[in-house]
């Protein structure tokens, strides 16, 4: 085959609507017109990217998706960038996959220019490339690398994790058979798209079927509300967080314009929700407000979606259903055996075409993460009636806030650069509607004082908005193991 299969489908889908955004609509001929052009742009005298990595950073929208589909077919690798990170982190994530290129929206090229003259790396401006007809782009074998994306988790600074064309092609047909996307399909796109469920789940599902796209540069639940009463979307997909804020703005509403709100809600075909546990208490409220039952699913960045309730039949709160098309999934207790009694607890392992290929440069972490060819995820289930309910993580030190996962190793390296900090230990505290909130317990050294406000000021040019810690507690000592080496107690002995 000489084309990606989702250009190919593209063609197939040419006339029809890929992205609306308010009166303005572009096709999917257009996708495929201008991101020629900007892979003949990328490519310059070379004929193939041969998998080099291109970094970039724009809005969700036209130019962003343009951008990807650009990388892919010029046959680099894409390596989104984040709209929350700060420059040091922008630039870990640029120096770390390699990076030879930075392309960049006009309005977001300040995040990344002065990166790119340190760095000495073309950056690349969208608007500044024109459109070109007739260029010859290279043949891209499916198995070849095609996107890195950035997740923290139990080392302190985040992991790349590839996936090949092969591995998301397999990603995006397992949700379209399960949750059967349809070219009629409209769905607001408001998650950050440098991660799994904002660019898998959403953008390339919907693209895949020739859907429609409604893109917001973040979640403006005004703009959003006033779309969903005029029935602009048929399929929605968020966050726990966001339903929760959801139903928060939708109780404080006078009562026309809830009930205006909530029939547009209700007429939709399908509301998912995903990336953190959602309450089965908001799963209910969000019933009783609207007459949806929302469709909980689990994934993870290295392996895609894994478990979900069904479309068809019942979808109970608190759970997250059976394996979705392709995923072979076991639950391994602590001594590395398979768990096969309900209701007995085991780490979930996965295997199948949509997993991973490889932490970037990190094959030894790569080996460490599987047993026996299967994927350890370090999230511990049990099956009840069939169904996997997630009880938690293997490691304290994986925080989920708003969605986001983060790596409290990550946080407290960054705090222990505070001249009053001697020590310090970051933890995830319960919170209702972040569904963790990052907090800290520090050791100052002799005479310092420090307080939240002062620590979260200082924060702010270190790290994103969401790993910026919520809670400090100032304290004489850290608790300590037999070695000597400081533990992380329960949160509520904490704090
Ligand atoms: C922001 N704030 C937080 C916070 N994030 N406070 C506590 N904890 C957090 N995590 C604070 C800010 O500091 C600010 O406070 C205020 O909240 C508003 O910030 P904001 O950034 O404007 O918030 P908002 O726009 O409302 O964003 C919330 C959100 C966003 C839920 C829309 O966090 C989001 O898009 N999350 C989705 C992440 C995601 O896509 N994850 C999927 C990963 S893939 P102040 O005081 O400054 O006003 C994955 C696999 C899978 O997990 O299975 O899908
Ligand atoms: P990420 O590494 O950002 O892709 O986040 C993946 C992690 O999100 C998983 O390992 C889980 O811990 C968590 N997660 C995703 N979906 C759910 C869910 N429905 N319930 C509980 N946790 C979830």
Redesign the pocket.
């Given at each position: 085959m000489d084309e990606l299969q989702l250009m190919a489908r593209a063609r197939f889908h040419a006339g029809a609507v890929a992205i609306r955004s308010g009166v303005k609509e572009h096709t999917y001929a257009e996708l495929l017109d201008r991101s020629a052009s900007l892979a003949s742009e990328l490519l310059g005298e070379t004929d193939d990217l041969n998998e080099g990595r291109v970094a970039y950073l724009a809005p969700a929208g036209f130019d962003h998706i343009s951008v990807q589909w650009a990388i892919w077919r010029a046959g680099g690798v894409a390596v989104p960038l984040s709209h929350?990170a700060t420059e040091p982190e922008l630039e870990y994530t640029i120096t770390d996959s390699q990076s030879h290129c930075v392309i960049a929206s006009r309005d977001c090229a300040d995040k990344v220019e002065a990166i790119c003259e340190r760095l000495r790396l073309r950056l690349l401006i969208i608007e500044d490339v024109d459109n070109v007809s007739g260029q010859s782009l290279p043949v891209v074998t499916s198995g070849r690398r095609a996107m890195i994306l950035y997740t923290s988790g139990t080392t302190s600074k985040p992991k790349g994790v590839v996936t090949t064309h092969d591995n998301i092609q397999s990603q995006i047909e397992s949700l379209i058979e399960a949750w059967k996307w349809q070219p009629s399909d409209r769905i607001p796109l408001?998650?950050?798209l440098h991660?799994?469920?904002?660019i898998i789940?959403v953008m390339s599902c919907a693209l895949w079927s020739g859907a429609t796209i409604a893109p917001f540069r973040?979640?403006d639940m005004t703009a959003i509300l006033s779309r969903v009463a005029d029935d602009a979307y048929t399929v929605f997909m968020a966050?726990p967080?966001?339903y929760v804020?959801l139903i928060q703005a939708l109780e404080s509403m006078a009562d026309g314009e809830r009930s205006r709100i909530v029939a547009g809600f209700a007429r939709m075909r399908l509301m998912i929700s995903?990336?953190?546990a959602l309450p089965a208490s908001v799963h209910e409220q969000w019933t009783s407000l609207t007459g949806q039952k929302l469709l909980e699913r689990?994934?993870?960045?290295e392996i895609g979606?894994a478990l979900s309730n069904p479309l068809g039949g019942e979808r109970r709160p608190g759970t997250v259903g059976q394996p979705l098309p392709g995923v072979a999934l076991r639950l391994s207790s602590e001594q590395g055996e398979p768990v096969t009694t309900e209701g007995e607890p085991g780490e979930i392992q996965v295997r199948g075409p949509g997993i991973f290929s490889e932490y970037w440069m990190r094959p030894e972490v790569t080996a460490e993460s599987f047993q026996d060819g299967w994927f350890r995820t370090g999230d511990i289930a049990v099956q009840e009636d069939g169904y996997y309910r997630i009880m938690g993580r293997r490691s304290v030190d994986i925080i989920k806030?708003?969605?986001?996962?983060l790596s409290a190793l990550e946080i407290e390296a960054a705090l222990l650069e505070h001249a009053a900090i001697r020590e310090c230990a970051v933890v995830g505290i319960p919170?209702d509607t972040?569904g963790e909130?990052?907090a800290v317990a520090a050791v100052l050294n002799d005479g310092e004082e420090l307080d939240i406000e002062m620590l979260r000021s200082w924060s702010r040019e270190r790290l994103s908005?969401?790993k910026?810690p919520?809670r400090l507690l100032v304290v004489d000592a850290l608790p300590r193991n037999a070695m000597g080496k400081v533990t992380k107690p329960a949160v509520t002995t904490l704090f």
């Open positions: 929350s408001f998650l950050p991660h799994i469920h904002g789940n973040n979640f966050v967080t966001i804020k995903g990336s953190a689990y994934g993870m960045t979606m806030s708003g969605g986001y996962k919170d972040w909130a990052v908005t969401y910026i919520k």
